[in-house]
């Protein structure tokens, strides 16, 4: 009998075991001087009945991809762990509690890594960014992080909750709410006192060249061997361009990273291209994926091959960056990367924004939307006209392909270099000038194609000396009338001289 109520008892907490419980969340950050960060999170597991209990099982948590020198462990001692690939940006550290956690269990999961490119440190600044989220299952969540010794804040995107000093460390803490992301950026810089100069200084990079076979970077010692496997897929890139327009590249191009002193946190972009294959890149993109550096890199690249036909007087347009946009994702692509999330941005936006008038395209410009950006709702989504016309962009380029094939790119400059065009800095103009070549490479009259798409090809009125022919609406310089006029006279001249030749000589 005492063995049956012994049974019961124990049916009785299996049943009632419900495995409810609350997960308290804590992490601390540490931010070094030698551009590395160490975090460590402390998971703390409560069942909440008295009757339940988690069985020994798997647990997994989210830590960013670069992480290293990855350390689990509960109060019993360390976990094995395996990765799995969550994400992009983030991999799955998958482990078991060591033993059974019930309702009066103190425990816990301490997980511990580095990272090796976070803080960015550059020129003698550092640049600290990390997006944090709570889960719905976390009771509590609280952050910490704690900048080097005698930092100075020059820059906060997110005011922490408190903000003290310890050992000469500034310590910032966060609270965050259920479901909520925050993404906390802080620029700082170091200073230490030196006895010989009797002044405070900050420490300063040991900057290195880097080069591959069609670039070359100069940026700190601690980015080289990442920076530089980086650039052997980006020479893979370029030689993918070469094939796509069919002419060599027309520089070596330089890789030039500008310090946070130029650094403009509302610009959306990471890169730019400068003209003579001088490709600028902001330092915080130090930081990111390599899938995301090598966009950047190839996207201004393309920029740089556009721009052998396209002067710096011509502005930037839905050509130049659907081009650098659609080519870019063929190359990664093909350098095996997925890039269905993008593209999947791209169409999600342009859905959204469908009822949008797309004739703004005609004249749009990220250069001038960069600076004078404005907010539009979209279905109850909110956008701008920067991301707007990057997709609208990518998509006109993507639809023309589907069109004419892949060498449609290679048509299309040969036949800008025979006909020897001026691509002009008026986009009226240059609208008409994109139709005429489109339809002189395609053998298909472009016109209809084009306004599809909100592109304007209409008639020149603001420039006497151009005229639209009715098909291709391409501006063509008007001959001079004086030189109509003599070409007659010329012409009249030696029709008489002949005539009156032949009287002459009929009468002799």
């Keep these: 009998m005492k063995k049956i109520n012994f049974?019961?008892?124990?049916?009785?907490?299996?049943?009632?075991?419900?495995?409810?419980?609350?997960?308290?969340?804590?992490?601390?950050?540490?931010?070094?001087?030698?551009?590395?960060?160490?975090?460590?999170?402390?998971?703390?597991?409560e069942v909440k009945e008295f009757f339940s209990f988690f069985p020994v099982g798997s647990w997994r948590i989210p830590i960013p991809k670069e992480a290293d020198e990855i350390k689990v462990s509960d109060k019993y001692g360390n976990l094995a762990f395996s990765i799995a690939e969550s994400s992009e940006k983030y991999n799955l550290i998958v482990f078991k509690n060591s033993k059974r956690i019930y309702y009066t269990s103190d425990y816990f999961f301490n997980i511990e890594y580095k990272l090796k490119r976070n803080p960015i440190f550059y020129e003698p600044k550092f640049f600290y960014k990390r997006t944090f989220s709570r889960s719905p299952t976390d009771d509590s969540f609280s952050l910490s992080i704690a900048l080097p010794e005698n930092s100075q804040i020059r820059y906060l995107k997110e005011n922490p909750l408190n903000q003290y000093i310890k050992d000469s460390s500034i310590i910032l803490e966060y609270n965050l709410s259920i479901n909520e992301t925050k993404t906390i950026e802080i620029e700082f810089n170091i200073t230490g006192f030196s006895p010989d100069l009797g002044i405070f200084l900050s420490p300063e990079p040991n900057l290195v060249e880097i080069n591959s076979n069609y670039y070359e970077a100069v940026l700190p010692e601690r980015y080289a061997n990442y920076y530089a496997s980086i650039l052997k897929k980006a020479d893979v890139g370029v030689e993918f361009i070469e094939r796509s327009y069919g002419f060599p590249s027309p520089y070596r191009w330089k890789i030039e990273i500008i310090g946070f002193d130029d650094l403009d946190f509302e610009v959306h972009t990471e890169g730019f291209y400068l003209g003579d294959g001088r490709i600028r890149i902001k330092t915080t993109n130090l930081q990111k994926t390599?899938?995301?550096?090598?966009?950047?890199?190839?996207?201004?690249t393309i920029h740089g091959f556009n721009s052998k036909f396209f002067?710096?007087?011509?502005?930037?347009?839905?050509?130049?960056?659907?081009?650098?946009?659609y080519i870019s994702f063929l190359v990664l692509e093909n350098l095996s990367y997925n890039m269905t999330e993008e593209k999947n941005e791209i169409f999600n936006l342009l859905e959204s924004c469908k009822n949008i008038d797309k004739t703004f395209i005609s004249t749009w410009s990220p250069n001038y939307y960069i600076r004078n950006n404005g907010e539009i709702n979209c279905n109850n989504t909110k956008s701008d006209f920067v991301s707007l016309g990057y997709a609208n962009s990518y998509f006109i380029v993507d639809n023309i392909v589907k069109y004419f094939g892949n060498d449609i790119f290679k048509k299309f400059y040969q036949t800008a270099e025979k006909i020897q065009i001026n691509f002009s800095s008026d986009?009226?103009?240059?609208?008409?000038?994109?139709?005429?070549?489109?339809?002189?490479?395609?053998?298909?009259?472009?016109?209809?194609?084009?306004?599809?798409?909100?592109?304007?090809?209409?008639?020149?009125?603001?420039?006497?000396?151009?005229?639209?022919?009715?098909?291709t609406g391409l501006p063509i310089l008007e001959e001079d009338k004086t030189n109509k006029i003599l070409a007659f006279i010329i012409v009249l001249t030696l029709v008489v001289s002949l005539i009156i030749f032949l009287i002459i000589k009929t009468r002799k």
Excluded at 8 to 15: A, E, N, P, Q
Excluded at 290 to 300: A, R, S, V
Excluded at 311 to 325: D, I, K, L, M, R
């Design 290 to 300: 390599e899938k995301e550096i090598l966009y950047t890199l190839l996207h201004e």
């Design 7 to 45: 049974l019961i008892f124990l049916f009785l907490i299996v049943i009632l075991a419900n495995f409810s419980s609350a997960h308290q969340k804590s992490i601390q950050v540490k931010i070094n001087e030698d551009g590395t960060s160490t975090e460590k999170i402390l998971w703390k597991i």
């Design 311 to 325: 002067s710096e007087s011509v502005p930037n347009f839905w050509w130049e960056e659907g081009t650098a946009q």
């Design 427 to 471: 986009r009226s103009i240059l609208n008409n000038q994109m139709n005429y070549v489109l339809s002189n490479a395609t053998k298909h009259e472009f016109t209809s194609t084009l306004e599809a798409f909100g592109i304007e090809v209409k008639q020149v009125t603001n420039q006497e000396e151009y005229l639209t022919p009715i098909l």
